[in-house]
């Protein structure tokens, strides 16, 4: 069973990656996650922003003024609270949030495509109940407004530590059966 979400979670990633290949000289994976951040919660103060990437506030400073140079985000001061900035996506950034989304989708799609109408339906049942498991929200459907988050900001604490299983441990393959690590945005 790990063996498997290993191997899919390795398709996942490549098809992330590749979703960013034609942005990836100007925004790298943390820095994208940023701007899916602002893109889903809007204007937002910088510590707020580092809590939800689990980052710390110096990193996502220097995140955020790596974006603000690559001109796909900006930063203005709170209409509520003079003394407060908040950062925000420019157009541009939008824009590139936009497309990388699409691509993955598009790339998503033609995989899926390839498997009997018999396993899609299995494959989306196994997924839900993954996700579920996991505390993830399902995804907005390619109609949506907003692109979904990358996850990871509201993980259950107990994704830090499998649960028992009544029947001992599972058999695993050497590297399997781990604790995955959170991915740090850094």
């Given at each position: 069973?790990?063996?498997?979400?290993?191997?899919?979670?390795r398709?996942?990633?490549?098809?992330?990656?590749?979703s960013?290949?034609e942005?990836?000289?100007?925004?790298?994976?943390?820095?994208?996650?940023?701007?899916?951040?602002?893109?889903?919660?809007g204007?937002t103060?910088l510590?707020?922003l580092?809590?939800l990437?689990?980052v710390?506030p110096p990193?996502?400073?220097?995140?955020?003024?790596?974006?603000?140079?690559?001109?796909?985000?900006?930063?203005?001061?709170?209409?509520g609270?003079?003394?407060?900035?908040?950062?925000?996506?420019?157009?541009?950034?939008?824009?590139?949030?936009?497309?990388?989304?699409?691509?993955r989708?598009?790339?998503?799609?033609?995989?899926?495509?390839?498997l009997?109408?018999?396993?899609?339906t299995?494959l989306?049942?196994?997924?839900t109940?993954?996700?579920?498991?996991a505390?993830?929200?399902p995804?907005?459907?390619?109609?949506?407004?907003a692109?979904?988050?990358?996850?990871?900001?509201?993980?259950?604490?107990a994704?830090d530590t499998?649960?028992?299983?009544?029947d001992?441990p599972a058999?695993?393959?050497?590297?399997?059966?781990?604790?995955?690590?959170?991915?740090t945005?850094?």
């Amino acid at each position: 069973m790990t063996r498997a979400v290993v191997t899919a979670s390795r398709v996942l990633v490549a098809v992330a990656a590749n979703s960013l290949a034609e942005v990836e000289e100007r925004v790298t994976l943390a820095q994208f996650r940023m701007l899916v951040a602002l893109s889903t919660r809007g204007a937002t103060k910088l510590v707020g922003l580092a809590e939800l990437l689990r980052v710390s506030p110096p990193t996502a400073m220097r995140m955020v003024d790596r974006l603000i140079a690559s001109g796909l985000a900006d930063r203005q001061v709170n209409p509520g609270n003079r003394r407060e900035t908040l950062l925000r996506l420019t157009d541009e950034g939008r824009r590139t949030v936009e497309d990388v989304t699409a691509r993955r989708r598009r790339e998503l799609t033609t995989i899926i495509a390839r498997l009997a109408p018999a396993r899609r339906t299995a494959l989306v049942g196994a997924l839900t109940a993954f996700n579920e498991a996991a505390g993830e929200p399902p995804a907005p459907g390619p109609e949506a407004d907003a692109p979904h988050p990358l996850g990871w900001a509201d993980l259950p604490p107990a994704y830090d530590t499998p649960p028992p299983s009544p029947d001992g441990p599972a058999p695993t393959a050497p590297g399997d059966g781990e604790a995955p690590a959170r991915p740090t945005g850094r």
